[in-house]
C-alpha cells in the first residue's frame, strides 16, 4: 500500500507542475500582478459566513489493521465568526483575547482519532502471530483425540470500537511577517477517554502571481489516557488473536503542504498532501499496522 | 396528420441547424485584458499591474477604453478593427475596463478585473489554520 501512494503522490506532483502551463495561455508575455504591500487602502467588511467546497480525488491512509483507506472526495470549509463567538469547521469557540500580539480562544472540539475506526472491517483467520513472529493455527477448544481435534477454526478478528470524545481547550494563536504559530491544549470533558492533548504547528504561505503554497509543520503531545483509550487493546478486547496492549503517553509529529493556483476570485486548483507519524507507543499497538498517515488531494476549490 | 408531423419535424431540424450557427456567432467586439486577477496575500492591499489590452471588432469603427475608476477616456482610437495598448495601474478593489463609442456610454465591450484577497482581513480567522489533514 505504501509504494503506490507514494508512486499517486509523485504522479500528482508532476501533474501539479504541468497546470499553470495549461493555463497561462498568452499570458507569457504579462508580468503577473505584483503586491503592494501596506499601501494605504480601506478594506471591505468581511461576511460572517465562509463557506467552501473542494471536489476532486485523495485519500487517507488508516493506520489500523484490517482497514480501509478513507476516500477524500469532497472537502467542506464551513465557519461563522461573530464578535466573540465562532464556529470554524465543527469546532465552536469564544475569543478571550484578540490583539495585534496574539489571539486566545477556548474551543471545544471533537477529537480526530476517532475518524480511522469507523473504516474497519471484521475478519475472520485461521493463523496467528506467535511472539517470536511465525505463524501458528488456532486449533479449536476440543478434547484430545475426541471429534474435530486439531481441526483449525477460524476466529474472529475485529478492531474495537471506539467512540468520539468531545475536548474543551484553549488555543493561542500568533502570526506575523513570519507566518503563523500556534499553541494548543484540550482536555476530555465527554468522559470518553479523559486524557488531554497539547499541540503546536507553523506554517507559512507564499503567494507569486496565482500560485499559492503553504507549508506547515506540528509536534504534539497525546497523554497515556487518550491514546490508550484509542489506540490500546483492552483487557476485555483480548481475543486469541489480539494481545493486550496498553499505550503510553507520547510525541507525534505532521508536515503538510496546500497549494493552490488561483483560476478566478472564487475558483482555484487546489493541490494538498500531509504527513502525520504516529507516536511510537501507539505505533507498536498490535491493532496499528502503519505508523503513520499519509494524505493526498486534487481537485477544484470553490470559494463562496 | 402525416404532413403536420413531417411539417414539425423540418421545422425541429431547422431550428437545431441554426442553432450552431447562432452560438459560433462572435460577437462584434471582442476586449481582452491580462490578467484578469490580482492575488493579494494578507500584507498587501493592492497590486501593482501593467495591463495588456487588446481589442478587436468584426467592422471598423472609432472605440474607446474606459476605466471605471478614471472619468474620462484612458485612450481613444480613430477608426479601426483592432487596438491595443498597455496600462499600469495600482488596483486595490474589482473594477471594469470598457469600450464605448467616443461620445457614449455605451459598453460595446467590457473585461472585469477582480481582486482576491487570499486569506482574511480579520485576524482571528486569518490566525486560526486548518488541521493539517484538511485539504482546503
Not at chain 1, 13 to 31: D, I, K, N, R, S
Not at chain 1, 278 to 287: F, T
Amino acid at each position: 500500500m505504501k509504494i503506490p501512494t507514494l508512486r499517486t503522490l509523485a504522479a500528482l506532483t508532476a501533474l501539479w507542475g504541468a497546470m499553470p502551463l495549461a493555463f497561462a495561455q498568452a499570458e507569457t508575455t504579462v508580468e503577473p500582478a505584483t503586491p503592494v504591500p501596506n499601501a494605504p487602502h480601506s478594506l471591505p467588511a468581511e461576511k460572517s459566513w465562509r463557506f467552501g467546497i473542494g471536489l476532486g480525488y485523495g485519500q487517507r491512509t488508516n493506520p489500523l489493521i484490517q482497514s480501509e483507506d478513507i476516500p477524500v472526495v469532497v472537502d467542506l470549509d464551513i465557519a461563522w465568526f461573530g464578535e466573540r463567538w465562532f464556529f470554524d469547521n465543527f469546532d465552536l469557540g469564544f475569543a478571550l483575547v484578540d490583539n495585534a500580539r496574539f489571539t486566545t480562544n477556548v474551543v471545544a472540539r471533537l477529537n480526530s482519532d476517532r475518524a480511522f475506526f469507523g473504516k474497519t472491517n471484521t475478519r475472520y483467520v485461521n493463523f496467528t502471530m506467535t511472539s517470536g513472529g511465525g505463524q501458528v493455527p488456532i486449533v479449536g477448544p476440543t478434547t484430545p483425540g475426541g471429534p474435530g481435534a486439531g481441526v483449525v477454526v477460524p476466529v474472529e478478528l475485529k478492531v474495537p470500537d471506539r467512540d468520539y470524545a468531545v475536548e474543551l481547550g484553549l488555543e493561542m494563536l500568533f502570526d506575523g511577517e513570519w507566518g503563523e504559530a500556534s499553541l494548543r491544549a484540550f482536555h476530555d470533558v465527554s468522559g470518553t477517554h479523559e486524557g488531554f492533548e497539547i499541540s503546536a504547528d507553523y506554517g507559512y504561505r507564499w503567494i507569486h502571481g496565482r500560485f499559492s503554497i503553504a507549508p506547515s509543520v506540528g509536534v504534539s503531545y497525546k497523554s497515556a489516557a487518550l491514546s490508550d483509550y484509542y489506540w490500546g487493546v483492552h483487557a476485555d478486547e483480548v481475543l486469541p488473536t489480539l494481545a493486550g496492549y496498553q499505550v503510553d503517553g507520547g510525541f507525534g509529529w505532521e508536515a503538510g503542504l496546500r497549494t493552490s493556483y488561483y483560476l478566478t476570485k472564487n475558483v482555484r486548483l487546489a493541490v494538498s498532501a500531509n504527513y502525520e507519524k504516529l507516536s511510537d507507543s501507539i505505533s507498536l499497538s498490535p491493532i496499528v499496522a502503519e505508523p503513520q498517515v499519509i494524505g493526498y488531494f486534487a481537485g477544484v476549490a470553490w470559494q463562496f | 396528420m402525416a404532413i403536420l408531423i413531417r411539417t414539425r419535424l423540418a421545422l425541429a431540424l431547422g431550428v437545431l441547424a441554426a442553432l450552431p450557427a447562432v452560438a459560433a456567432d462572435p460577437p462584434p467586439v471582442r476586449l481582452n485584458v491580462k490578467p484578469l486577477l490580482c492575488v493579494l496575500d494578507k500584507n498587501a492591499t493592492a497590486c501593482a499591474v501593467t495591463f495588456d489590452i487588446r481589442w478587436k471588432s468584426t467592422r471598423a469603427a472609432e472605440y474607446c477604453l474606459n476605466d471605471e475608476a478614471l472619468p474620462a477616456p484612458l485612450k481613444c482610437w480613430p477608426s479601426a478593427v483592432s487596438g491595443e495598448t498597455s496600462h499600469e495601474r495600482q488596483v486595490t478593489q474589482d473594477f471594469l475596463f470598457w469600450l464605448s463609442p467616443p461620445s457614449g456610454t455605451e459598453h460595446v465591450a467590457e473585461a472585469k478585473i477582480e481582486v482576491l484577497r487570499v486569506g482574511s482581513t480579520d485576524r482571528r480567522r486569518e490566525r486560526r489554520s486548518r488541521h493539517v489533514w484538511d485539504v482546503l
